[in-house]
């Protein structure tokens, strides 16, 4: 890893923890953020700081948790879009482009319209299989073509542009 990419990485790993605890600190009730900070080391054992029942309440209870989640589904996507990078070998690889989020929302709405499913699990379930359908669907196209995953992204590029959205 050269140099730039390593000072990247620790600006990274400084800046993950702050900004969850600046996400802890933020809600109808504010609570500021040498407190947040108190009530999270409370929390996890490494002090007994000075902070009122209700504000390690709020803190701990339900705004640390909901900054965890959020950290942990913003590296899922980031590893989501990694993967499909380095799968496709192509850095403008993106769901959109690829019809990936076309096709979930497609599954989506076959679960709603044809009724299958009925728990929470089928909803999510149609829109997975809709984007891997639609995913198997482009690279069996590009395969067909004989251009292969690394240059399926070319074509769709100037329809890309000249959208308005």
Do not use: K
């Not at 900070?37 to 209700?54: D, E, F, K, R």
């Not at 009925?118 to 196209?141: K, Q, R, W, Y």
């Amino acid at each position: 890893m050269r140099a730039p990419g390593i000072a990247t990485l620790l600006l990274g790993l400084a800046a993950l923890p702050l900004s969850m605890l600046l996400a802890a600190s933020i809600g109808e009730l504010p609570v500021p953020l040498l407190t947040t900070a108190q009530a999270v080391l409370n929390g996890l054992g490494l002090g007994h700081y000075p902070v009122t029942p209700i504000q390690q309440g709020i803190v701990w209870d339900y705004r640390a948790s909901r900054a965890v989640v959020a950290a942990c589904c913003g590296a899922g996507l980031a590893l989501c879009g990694t993967l499909l990078q380095a799968l496709l070998r192509n850095a403008l690889a993106e769901p959109y482009v690829l019809g990936i989020s076309a096709g979930a929302s497609t599954g989506a709405v076959m679960v709603m319209l044809l009724g299958f499913g009925g728990g929470a699990l089928g909803l999510p379930l149609g829109a997975f299989l809709g984007a891997t359908l639609a995913f198997v669907l482009v690279l069996a196209l590009a395969a067909r073509q004989g251009s292969g995953p690394t240059r399926m992204i070319s074509p769709a590029l100037p329809g890309r542009s000249c959208s308005t959205h």
